[in-house]
Structures are given as C-alpha cells and as structure tokens.
C-alpha cells in the first residue's frame, strides 16, 4: 500500500481547504437533532452540492465531481480539518447512496441520487423494531402485494430511525415471504415519509433532541419502482448498505485523527499528570491505526475489492477508539467536564455522550463480534 498522495491528489486537497476556509460557518450551527438545526444543516448540504463538494467520488452526472475513493477521504480530512458542520444527509449519500450505485436501476439513481446529494432530500432508515433490534433477519415488518399485484403494501413498526423525526424519506427491509428462513423473503423498499399511513413519532435523546424516531407502517402503498434490488433478496442489498455503515462510509479517518490531535492539544494545556500521558499516546495511536486501516481497505476497494464481514471488525474498533478518546479528555478535564456548553470543554461531553451510541448503532458490538467469530475466524456457534 502507497501512503504517499500523489500531485493530483494534493492539488484537490488544496481545492478544498480553500473552499471550506471560504464557506464554513464561523459560529457552529444548531444541533441537527432540533427542527431549526435540521433547517440550517439542510442549507449547507445544498451549499455544499452547489460547488460539487457533497459527494466527490460520485459520477459527475449524480452531482458527484467523479474523483474515486482515495480523494473522498482527502476531502474528509479537510473537512474535519476546517470544523466543517456534521452531515445531516449522511444516511442517504453514506450508506443508500453507495448501495443505490450498485443495486439501483437507471431511473432509481436518476430520481434519488441528486436530490439526495443536495439536501433536497433526507432519508433516515427503517432497521430495527422493538422485538429485533440488532438481528435485522428477526424483523416482523411485512410488505404483501396489492390486491392488483402492482405495488405494495406495508405494515410494522421500525424504531431508533436516525434522523427519522424530521426526514424525507426512508429506506429499510420488510419481510415479503413470512414461509422463507431468516435470511430470506426479505425485500429493500424505499418509502416517502408523507405517504398516507406512515405516522412518525420522535423518540428523545438523552440530552432531550430528536434524533430518532418511531415510524409506524398502516396499509402503506409503495410502488414497485421503489423496491430497490430484486424481490425476497433484500438481505443482500441490505448487508451492502450496513458494509458502507460498519466499513468505509459512515466513519472516515479524520473524524478520529483530528478528534486525537485535539486531544493532545488539551493534555498540553491542562499540564496533566504524566499518568494520563499513557491515555492519550493509546488515543493517537488507535486513530493513527485505524487512519492506517481505512487507507488500506479503500485501496483493496479501489482493485475492485468488496467489504465484506471484515467490516464488523472496523464497526468495533472506531466506536469504541471514540468512546475512549472521549473518556480520557472528560479524565483530564475534570470537574469542568459536567459543563455542557457551546465550546471546550461542553463539546467533549456532549462528544462523549453520543459516542456511547456507537457501541450500539450499526449493529451491537455483541453481535458484531459473533460476526467477526463465525465468519472471519470460522469459530462454531455457541
């Protein structure tokens, strides 16, 4: 693997400061889990896509600029470099967008991929429900054809929708043969959240914002052209979606690096014991290691390679390296640590508080190390 950028890559890089140190807002947005934040997010999504800087490594003809995957993560480490806002669209142009690529037909990418990449509109997903949770294969959601066998009807409840309280659209699996096994007789739809019997009510976080929701499905009619892949196959279609989560996508490098280096920033400032320096080198040298790791898998991706159940060993890693980078500056921040506030030091706990999330969105650490277990290391079932 070949670490070092190239002059084209560098001459993007620097493309991209200058257009982030030109358009980043100088005061922070409002939280994107509050009516008026989602708002405020939403405009620098479109923003963004106005000068081709929402999706970079999509096809120019999606909004994209058509640029591949290494330059996707240069533009991420500058955006995390200049404090950029948190992506609000990063269901869809994260997770649905990539499988939308692979799985959609013509018109499917034609009719959601632009709008998606704009802001225009915001999809949450539709995975878990309330007797499943992780096991996705354990959903009771069903879809059945209508009565014509044109289009769909759907009916379930789906809960822990990110972004579900204010977004567009959504996208999840229903189970379309209730005879199949676990795995099978599932299908990928996507659904307008303003479709007459879908009721959506907002689920509080533990600071009080919106992030989630319940989505309740009552005789919703879906139409064929938004089943995305092929009819009782949506498991596949669906583990491409969660690689993009767990994998690649939904966490880039910089998030951690530059989380570690402003980290370091605050041990250096706080004149902490030499005790805590152990913390903080473990920190810098997990988000350095996982960095590694990403540029390595997105090379692999780049030679046609896929992400397969290795992806559960990334899921792991970066949620718990997130936890502990945020564990150790709350340590070296002390009582001040409780002050949440606009600013150091509010912004690590708030930090801290939804990194305790990662442990169990994306699939449970539990599961994801069944996962690692059975199909990385071949370990029988217990």
Known sequence: MDLTFDAEHEE?????????????????????????????????????????????????????RGVGIMAWLVFEEEYYRARAPKRVSQNGIFLLGPTLLEYGTPAQKERFLPPMAS??????????????????AAIRSRATRNAGGDGWLLNGQK????????????????????????HRGLT???????????TVRPIPQIDGETGFAEIFFENVEVPDAQVLG???????????????????????????????????????????????????????????????????????????????????????FWSETDVQIHETALALLGPEAELLESGSPGEWLDGYLFSLAGPIYAGTNQIQRNVVAERLLGLPRG
Request: charged share 25%.
């Open 188 to 198: 990928y739809f996507l659904v307008a959240m303003d479709a007459p019997g879908v």
């Open 230 to 316: 092929d009819e009782d196959a949506g498991w596949s279609v669906a583990m491409s979606t969660a690689g993009s989560e767990r994998g690649l996508s939904l966490r880039s490098p910089a998030r951690y690096t530059k989380a570690a280096a402003r980290l370091i920033d605050l041990f250096d400032q706080r004149g902490a014991p030499p005790m805590a320096a152990d913390a903080v080198a473990r920190a810098y040298m997990d988000a350095e290691a996982y960095r590694l790791h990403t540029y390595w898998t997105a090379s692999q991706v780049a030679r046609g390679h896929a992400v397969g159940p290795e992806a559960s060993c990334n899921k792991i």
């Open 159 to 182: 809960t822990w929708a990110s972004r579900g309280a204010f977004a567009d659209w959504c996208f999840g699996i229903f189970r379309t043969d209730p005879q199949a096994e676990r």
């Open 119 to 136: 802001g225009e509109e915001i999809w949450c997903q539709g995975w878990s429900e309330p007797d499943a949770g992780s096991d996705l």
């Open 12 to 64: 993007f890089r620097a493309e991209a400061r200058a257009w982030l140190r030109a358009h980043v807002p100088h005061e922070p947005l409002p939280s994107l889990d509050t009516a008026a934040g989602f708002e405020a997010h939403r405009a620098w999504e479109t923003a963004l896509f106005s000068d081709r800087w929402s999706v970079v490594s999509w096809p120019i003809e999606f909004g994209g």
